[in-house]
């Protein structure tokens, strides 16, 4: 049996036809138009399902969203207002009624952290984190083999962790935050600011490999501002593991190396001796892989109930 799987972020929903072993039949994506509100989000959720469902026996739907979600629940419960109507939106119960099939929804970073500890750089860890690197930071734990979601299913929230006091605007509407400071979206302002460029993130690495100077010191004063606040979740977690994804991931081992220098000066010894950092390797499939292994997850637990 196959699993429809959808991941609904900001510009984008990828969706795809997923087997139990987690090997993707078939993938597409359309635009998610978020601006005109949840009526069309649903809309374009019922055309995908509608497409598998009556093709395929269908072992259910799994669905990877932006936006803080109560996976117990399947319900949005919080994040920006980018999609109108969204948060409330009680996802799970609305697909489960309509097409009578198991139905999992859960936060899309989640999703690609579970997608990463199934068959990409994760594969086996039982205790690790991950961050995803863009206009924000997302975070993802996993203890012990499981996700840790927190009382209100919002846990690991690393972007809006203050590491500057009275620091940069975040959008969040608080002072200094992670993410204004390491993300993607912060380097780029640094480079405006210093180099009064507007460059996207292939351009600024372009420059950085060409050795200049200006460059390389913006590229340093970022990791600086990342490994600070990577530090810290090091301490708290203790991870074997930190899988780092987003575009930034495809610098590879040249980032890598770079982080890694950093970590060594602020990082306990006997923490990083057993601390691997990976890019991640599922890049853009991680999501739907991961709602994939969370419907899987759920089928085995109703299974193990009937019997
Ligand atoms: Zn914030």
Known sequence: MNIIAIDIGGTEIKYGLVNEEGEILFSSSLLTEASKGVEQLLKKIDKIIEEFISTYLIAGIGISATGQIDGKQGVVVGG?????????????????EKYKVPTILENDVNCATLGEMWLGAAKGKKNFICLTI??????????????????????AEFGHIQIVKDGKECGCGN??????????????????????????????????HKNSIPYIEILNEWVDYFTDGLSSLIYIFNPSLVVIGGGISKQGDFLMDIFKKSLEKKVMKNYLDILTIKMAERGNDAGILGASYLLIEKNKKTNQKSY
């Open 134 to 155: 863009g206009t924000g930071i997302g975070g993802g734990v996993v203890l012990n083999g499981r996700l840790l979601t927190g009382e209100g299913s919002v846990a």
């Open 175 to 208: 002072k200094g935050c992670y993410q204004a400071y390491a993300s993607t979206t912060a380097l780029l302002k640094l480079v405006e600011e210093k180099m009064g460029r507007n460059l996207n993130g292939k351009e600024f690495f372009e420059e950085v």
């Open 80 to 96: 920006t207002n980018l999609i109108p109507g969204w948060i409330g939106t009680k996802l799970v119960e609305i697909l489960e």
